[in-house]
């Protein structure tokens, strides 16, 4: 039996978030969350990178440079 083969946990130690200094639903639904935006913002992302270079390269950078971010970050623990 494989525990945890269904989704992936994310744990990040070393963070001052909290008193025991490391995150794990944070960080989880941050993967989610960047998953879910990759989705659609990748594909979208590299068709306007045809035709605009930086803007492609923004919209294809966004899951993982704010989305994942923002949402890690918002929950401490």
């Not at 269904?6 to 639903?25: A, L």
């Not at 990178?49 to 492609?56: A, E, I, S, T, V």
Request: charged content about 10%; some cysteine; overall charge positive.
């Amino acid at each position: 039996m494989a525990m945890g083969a269904g989704f992936p946990v994310c744990i990040q130690c070393g963070t001052h978030d909290n008193p025991c200094r490391c995150k794990v639903v944070g960080p989880t639904l941050g993967f989610a969350a960047f998953l879910v935006a990759a989705v659609v913002e990748w594909p979208v992302g590299a068709l306007i990178f045809c035709f605009r270079h930086p803007k492609g390269r923004r919209i294809m950078a966004h899951p993982a440079t704010v989305v994942f971010r923002s949402v890690s970050s918002a929950i401490p623990f």
